[in-house]
T-cell receptor
Framework: DTGVSQNPRHKITKRGQNVTFRCDPI?????LYWYRQTLGQGPEFLTY????????KSRLLSDRFSAERPKGSFSTLEIQRTEQGDSAMYLC?????????????FGPGTRLTVT | KQEVTQIPAALSVPEGENLVLNCSFT??????LQWFRQDPGKGLTSLLLIQSSQREQTSGRLNASLDKSSGRSTLYIAASQPGDSATYLCAVYSGGGADGLTFGKGTHLIIQP
């Protein structure tokens, strides 16, 4: 059991640049979630995939943000034209297809700093 | 809109004490509730999950209770140790089209050796 992995762990970028993060869920999990966490706050939900379908997007997910999950395996989160307000920890989680459980397991996160 | 509140925001206690962390949520129509631990700069570790039909769950020195009708959950930590120092987050899952977890801001816990 390798758990949820995320890459890179840290990313420093200049304002206006594009960045892309990757998440690899637990292999048998068909549900994948992205969250954003700023200092002193709990994580906030961004978007959710069931297999390759993106089924829900928060209003926090502006037009500059896009997420994909090709073939229902790993997922990428891209932020275009980054702003200083995008600085945060980006967390990925996955959960089992078993309706009775729905326990979410989180990865270590990608910390983004926009300078 | 579901809102989750955690009290206290911070807590510092001597090693060995038993302690209780509180979580409240505004909409009782939840599917489950999870307690997480987060160490500084790290991801979240799931501690306990309570289904809406359950009243409590136990894992080692941790016990979580759920009173769905009153919108409350507590996390009880017995015989606290310095290694328990972390931020503890409560999150509810409502399902039915709201598939993300809704989190509280967490309780920052320090156990003094």
């Amino acid at each position: 059991d390798t758990g949820v992995s995320q890459n890179p762990r840290h990313k420093i970028t200049k304002r206006g640049q594009n960045v892309t993060f990757r998440c690899d869920p637990i292999s048998e999990h068909n549900r994948l979630y992205w969250y954003r966490q700023t200092l002193g706050q709990g994580p906030e939900f961004l978007t959710y995939f069931q297999n390759e379908a993106q089924l829900e997007k928060s209003r926090l997910l502006s037009d500059r943000f896009s997420a994909e999950r090709p073939k229902g395996s790993f997922s990428t989160l891209e932020i275009q034209r980054t702003e200083q307000g995008d600085s945060a920890m980006y967390l990925c989680a996955s959960s089992s297809p078993d309706r009775a459980i729905r326990e979410q397991y989180f990865g270590p996160g990608t910390r983004l700093t926009v300078t | 809109k579901q809102e989750v509140t955690q009290i206290p925001a911070a807590l510092s206690v001597p090693e060995g004490e038993n302690l209780v962390l509180n979580c409240s949520f505004t909409d009782s129509a939840i599917y489950n509730l999870q307690w997480f631990r987060q160490d500084p700069g790290k991801g979240l570790t799931s501690l306990l999950l309570i289904q809406s039909s359950q009243r409590e769950q136990t894992s080692g020195r941790l016990n979580a209770s759920l009173d769905k009708s009153s919108g409350r959950s507590t996390l009880y930590i017995a015989a606290s140790q310095p290694g328990d120092s972390a931020t503890y987050l409560c999150a509810v899952y409502s399902g039915g089209g709201a598939d993300g977890l809704t989190f509280g801001k967490g309780t920052h816990l320090i156990i003094q050796p």
